[in-house]
């Protein structure tokens, strides 16, 4: 598994929940070691075992657990870059939606090895989708509800989300628009600033 992805676990915990919470989860989970390299790659058999103690250090299920994490990603201020990347799919949440199919294309234009779920969005009417998540770690999809919901909420979007449940290793979402102008999405400008 990249690096990245077990370095965004990491960070996840670290500044949700403080460094010591950080250290059980190292010590829970056996790793001997306390930092994950963004650009290394580990066992694959590494995240799903650092999962599980995340979700019992902190006494939370598996399934909320990765939702938490798909929303810090778009959320929090250290992962603007996720975030621009992720607006760069599209100007409203429906073009995002549509672009859902290409982000692991994209994202490797970003990191080359990197490896994300096979995504496939179904447009079921005008106003109603599914998306389909296959991965090595189970709850992608959760992670994908929780990306969805904070980027309906960057956009200004009201959405309905619900996680469908999994099947052949394939976890589907179901996806309502409700309204793409509910509220002032947060501002996105093309070029980053400078400082």
């Known amino acids: 598994m990249h ?3 077990n370095r965004a676990i990491q ?8 460094a010591a919470q950080w250290a059980a989860v190292v010590r829970r989970a056996e790793l001997g070691f306390i930092d994950f390299e963004a650009m290394w790659t580990y066992e694959d058999a590494i995240t799903p075992k650092v999962l599980t103690a995340v979700s019992e250090v902190l006494e939370r299920p598996h399934d909320e657990l990765m939702e938490d994490i798909g929303t810090y990603l778009v959320s929090h201020p250290n992962l603007e870059a996720l975030r621009r990347l992720l ?3 599209g100007v409203n949440f429906l ?28 447009e079921l ?7 389909t998540c296959e991965g090595e770690i189970p709850g992608c999809g959760h992670l994908f509800t929780g990306v969805l919901r904070a980027m ?8 309905f989300l619900e996680h469908m449940g999994e099947a052949d290793g394939v976890e589907t979402v179901s996806i309502a628009l409700l309204e ?6 947060r501002g996105f400008d ?4 400078a400082s």
């Open 125 to 131: 009417s005008a106003h109603e989708f599914s998306l």
């Open 87 to 89: 607006r760069f799919g």
């Open 11 to 18: 960070r996840f915990v670290i500044d949700s929940y403080g």
């Open 190 to 193: 093309l070029g980053v600033q």
């Open 152 to 159: 309906a909420d960057d956009y200004g979007a009201l959405v």
């Open 3 to 5: 690096g990245l992805v």
């Open 180 to 185: 793409t102008d509910f509220s002032e999405g």
């Open 95 to 122: 073009d995002f939606l549509h672009s859902l199919d290409d982000l692991p294309d994209r994202a490797r234009l970003a990191v080359s090895d990197l490896v994300l779920p096979r995504l496939e969005l179904r």
